[in-house]
């Protein structure tokens, strides 16, 4: 019970400049002190880039296949979450601790913030980008129906402080950037989005590479079918649908909401594109990372 007010949030506050929920800040020095296992897997991206997705789809791989192994925990059981705390529960520094080994573990944060922990140990990471306007578009709708993050006010209010780096987790153009330079000197997997959307199989299959795994066609065919957006949106084990609507409200918009490439395109007006455009060029013009996004 977070004893929240009917439309009431929980509060945020600043930790090195990234904008995160007050009980994470709170906690912090607990949570930059995590102390990882070299067998840890990790997964990292920016909010909404399909973490759930690929949270499936490695413990599917870890699971051999199995789908009903894959149905014993809702996700946010079978992967702890570091830097989350909701008051009275455990955090997710909690849950890791108390996780058999080799645990599975999600993460939101910067690189920057990591916990340093993850690097000393040499710990797998795989991390997932996704375009920036589907982003704003789908965190948009996610902060109108989980109470743990900001109300995040009108469409174009919404837009600016996304522009702004003014959302939990701070800049998304830091973000993929500062997490695209450190695969290169870490064990990394730096994946997209939109690859997994174009050719599951391909991406599952360098995904399963990482993780060591060696599984037959008929367990890869298994995967790619589960973990497909119309049979997660299915599965209450992997929808969200078993946390309780005075956290995350459904009906406002559901967690499954769409799964798709360029619904941006849906929301953006023409001005807030070419405004978009623009400051985006500038912000990605020092590295060689870039999006598919149909323009
Ligand atoms: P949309 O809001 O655009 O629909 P995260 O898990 O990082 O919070 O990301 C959630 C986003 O990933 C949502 O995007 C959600 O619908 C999408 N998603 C979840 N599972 C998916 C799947 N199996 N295939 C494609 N997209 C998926």
């Known amino acids: 019970n977070l004893n929240l007010k009917k439309n009431e949030r929980i509060g945020v506050d600043y930790i090195k400049g990234i904008l995160q929920p007050t009980p994470t800040c709170d906690i912090w020095d607990e949570i930059w002190n ?19 997705w690929i949270q ?18 809702p996700t946010h059981l079978r992967f702890a979450f570091i830097e989350l705390k909701i008051p009275s529960l455990p955090s997710g520094v909690d849950k890791a601790n108390a996780m058999p ?67 939990c987790w701070g800049s998304w153009y830091d973000h993929v950037k500062g997490w695209w330079e450190a695969k290169d000197k870490y064990p990394i997997l730096y994946l997209f989005y939109e690859d997994m959307k174009e050719n599951p199989k ?4 360098k995904i399963m590479e990482f993780m060591g795994k060696n ?37 406002v918009s559901p967690f499954m909401r769409k799964g798709t490439v360029g619904d941006w395109k849906n929301y953006f007006t023409v001005a807030q594109n070419e405004r978009f455009n623009e400051i985006y060029k ?3 013009a020092d590295t060689t990372l870039s999006f598919f996004m149909d323009d």
């Not at 340093?116 to 040499?122: A, N, V």
């Not at 991390?127 to 989980?146: C, E, G, P, T, W």
Request: charged residues 30%; glycine residues 4%; aromatic residues 10%.
């Open 34 to 52: 995590f102390q990882a296992k070299p067998d840890d897997l990790l997964i990292s991206t920016y909010p909404k880039a399909g973490t759930t």
């Open 56 to 73: 499936e789809i490695v413990d599917m791989i870890q699971n051999d296949g199995n789908i009903e192994k894959c149905k014993r925990a």
């Open 101 to 167: 080994s080799p645990r599975k573990l999600k993460t939101h944060l910067p690189i920057q913030l990591l916990p340093p922990s993850f690097l000393e140990k040499g710990c797998k990471i795989i991390y997932v980008a996704r375009n920036a306007k589907d982003i704003l578009v789908s965190y948009y709708h996610f902060q109108k129906m989980n109470a743990v993050l900001p109300d995040p006010g009108t469409w174009e209010e919404y837009f600016e402080d996304f522009l702004d780096g003014k959302v």
């Open 202 to 205: 391909h991406e599952i299959q």
């Open 215 to 251: 599984l037959d066609e008929d367990a890869l065919d298994k995967i790619i079918y589960h973990t497909s957006f119309d049979i997660m949106k299915k599965n209450p084990m992997a929808n969200y649908t078993t946390i309780p609507g005075e956290i995350m409200d459904h009906s």
């Open 282 to 284: 500038e912000k990605m």
